[in-house]
């Protein structure tokens, strides 16, 4: 490792009540990079923040930042600020006032204050919006005037829950592209939760894959959409097709009544896998060419795609294509070695 | 809307209960009965100025304000520890604050007189120590103590039901900013529970201004405030006309104390429970 990274958690578990929500996390995160925590609802992800920034305490392990101890440091003392889902603005106090709080506990003077904060204000495109009451606010502006009230501190790390779920998908798809705009401008590390998939890929460096208290893949989002680990991150990256199949050697797995050729190896003879397969590289082709043939099920537009269902070795296969096949029609599948990934099996939900 | 016939039943209960008594009320403030019949006057409101009276009205006023400012000082806190989260799990230390209000209130402070008095438990421990006997009950401290002990619920509930309502990612967020518990609590937790202490004021300090039970069992037969004063009028002289005047002079000065906790307290809260 060339640089000590800014945040490390070691053997970090905790317990809410008897339920486990982490089970021994390790994880590192770089200086300046944007790292995602993704993960369905429940599975420790944002408790993996709030113990980031210090408002739970793990019940074992270690929190380290720049390389020293903080586990037991309050939130009030960490170089780290938090955007929170709900925006968390203080509704007695205007946007300025909002801004200004953490600078005015420093005991900066008025003048440095103001300027502060109107630049902060520029970043967030929210200029001119200082006497305004936070109320009187959409939901877009009040989440801008919650980003730039943990911005204007310069923290070393911002951490962001989920801050852009309770906008609609045009304001979101915005905010993701402001959001890396101001990290990459002002050179922060972020540290990201969301349970949304896509948001993850177009923004991170890094992505954490979570499921049930524990860490399923580490890696860019490149990485983690093409080689998923297990068959749960390909089914959360993304749609699959997930097919139980058998390893009959190396290159060579048996799966839906047939054998396929692959491109995987170093599984032990005859060992039981999940095969993932994405629905875009399921090529359609006519009756009788292809491995498969399959009737169709259903078509439904996705704008971009069809998503089709077809029904073959009785397994519903999901395949997206830019060709339209009518219902009922008769026709071959075909999937290339190198778009067959096998993964050893793991438990499903 | 035909659903406004449902309101009639309580169209005429307020009228009768409510509007009926307040007209009377002004009725025998500004009347006087002579041998040639009811005439206008103001002889009763100018009364009240007399020295006499207006002590009775000011020393009422002063008492009342001491039992609010206690009870806010003791109340706050308590509603504070009760909305943390050690407590607000499990409800049974509110709980306990609030069973006390499950009893009679008449039996509560015929309970201090017992405790307060010669020969009362705290009398009998202070001897038991050779210390001198202390005069506690029919004394202003008394009265204010029943006040407070009798109102303070009336403090901690709206303020801790305030509190607990209260975001508690607002506060967090204001840890995350750099905020100590002070700062917090200065910055962040009293402006925003400002409602709760307001209803909270305006439910202690009324019933306090306007008592006479509690001055008459804890204060003694000589004891005299506003509420003292004014039931006298009406059942003891039965000079209805001047109790009229009192009771009068008593609501313009709720009115007054209401309207200027409303300026202050825009969400209004506490002035649905009266």
Same mark, same amino acid.
């Given at each position: 490792m060339a640089e000590e990274p800014i945040i490390r958690l070691v053997n970090v578990s905790k317990n809410y009540d008897g339920t486990e929500a982490l089970k021994d996390i390790n994880l590192y995160i770089r200086k300046n990079e944007f790292l995602t925590l993704l993960g369905p609802s429940g599975c420790g992800k944002t408790t993996t923040l709030r113990i980031i920034a210090g408002f739970e305490r793990p019940d074992s392990g270690a929190v380290f930042f720049e390389g020293k101890d903080i586990t037991d440091l309050p939130p009030y003392k960490r170089k780290v600020n938090t955007v929170f889902q709900r925006y968390a603005l203080f509704p007695h106090m205007n946007v300025a006032e909002n801004i200004a709080f953490g600078l005015r506990i420093k005991k900066l003077d008025n003048k440095t204050i103001e300027r502060k904060v109107a630049e902060v204000l520029e970043l967030v495109n929210l200029k001119g919006f200082e006497k305004r009451s936070v109320e009187s606010l959409s939901g877009g502006q009040q989440q801008r005037v919650a980003i730039a009230r943990a911005l204007v501190n310069e923290p070393e790390v911002l951490l962001l829950d989920e801050p852009l779920g309770a906008l609609d998908l045009k304001l979101r798809k915005g905010m993701q592209i402001e959001l890396k705009r101001i990290q990459k401008m002002l050179g922060i590390t972020f540290v990201y939760v969301t349970h949304d998939q896509e948001e993850a890929l177009t923004m991170s460096d890094t992505i954490v894959v979570m499921k049930d208290g524990t860490i399923q893949q580490i890696g860019t989002p490149e990485m983690i959409y093409n080689e998923p680990k297990n068959a749960f991150v390909a089914d959360f990256i993304g749609e699959s097709n997930i097919i139980p199949g058998r390893m009959l050697k190396d290159r060579l797995v048996y799966f839906a009544g047939h054998e396929f050729e692959c491109v995987d190896s170093g599984f032990e003879h005859n060992e039981e896998v999940d095969v993932v397969i994405r629905p875009e590289d399921i090529k359609l082709v006519p009756m #009788?060419? #292809?491995?498969l043939q399959g009737e169709v099920e259903s078509v439904t537009f996705k704008g971009v795609h069809y998503e089709m269902i077809v029904r073959s070795e009785g397994i519903n296969w999901m395949i997206h294509s830019t060709l339209m096949e009518p219902v009922g029609s008769r026709i071959g599948l075909r999937i290339l070695p190198q778009d067959i990934h096998i993964m050893k099996k793991v438990a499903l939900k | 809307m035909r659903r406004t016939c449902y309101a009639y039943p309580y169209l005429v209960w307020m009228a009768i209960f409510i509007v009926v008594p307040l007209f009377l009320l002004l009725f025998y403030t500004f009347t006087v009965t002579t041998h040639e019949g009811i005439r206008l006057t103001l002889e009763h409101i100018k009364r009240i100025w007399e020295p006499l009276y207006l002590m009775v009205l000011l020393r009422s006023i002063l008492l009342a304000l001491i039992c609010t400012v206690v009870c806010l000082l003791i109340g706050y806190p308590v509603a504070l520890i009760l909305s943390g989260k050690e407590y607000s799990q499990n409800k049974v230390l509110a709980l306990l604050f609030v069973i006390p209000m499950w009893i009679n209130f008449l039996v509560r402070t015929y309970a201090w007189m017992s405790l307060l008095g010669r020969n009362g438990l705290i009398d009998m421990v202070m001897e038991f120590l050779h210390l001198p006997s202390v005069q506690l009950l029919y004394t202003d401290h008394a009265v204010v103590l029943g006040m407070v002990y009798n109102f303070l619920p009336f403090m901690v509930l709206p303020i801790y039901s305030v509190l607990t309502k209260m975001d508690k990612s607002i506060i967090e967020a204001a840890q995350d900013l750099g905020a100590d518990y002070i700062t917090v609590l200065k910055r962040i937790i009293i402006p925003l529970s400002l409602p709760g202490v307001i209803s909270g004021i305006t439910m202690v300090f009324m019933p306090a201004v306007t008592t006479f039970i509690i001055s008459r069992l804890l204060g003694g037969g000589q004891y005299i405030l506003i509420g003292n004063l004014i039931e006298q009028q009406f059942i003891v002289v039965g000079d209805w006309h001047f109790g009229s005047a009192i009771s009068f002079v008593l609501t313009v000065i709720i009115l007054i104390t209401m309207g200027i906790m409303r300026k202050y307290d825009k969400e209004y809260e506490g002035g649905a429970i009266w």
């Open positions: #009788g060419e #292809g491995m | -």
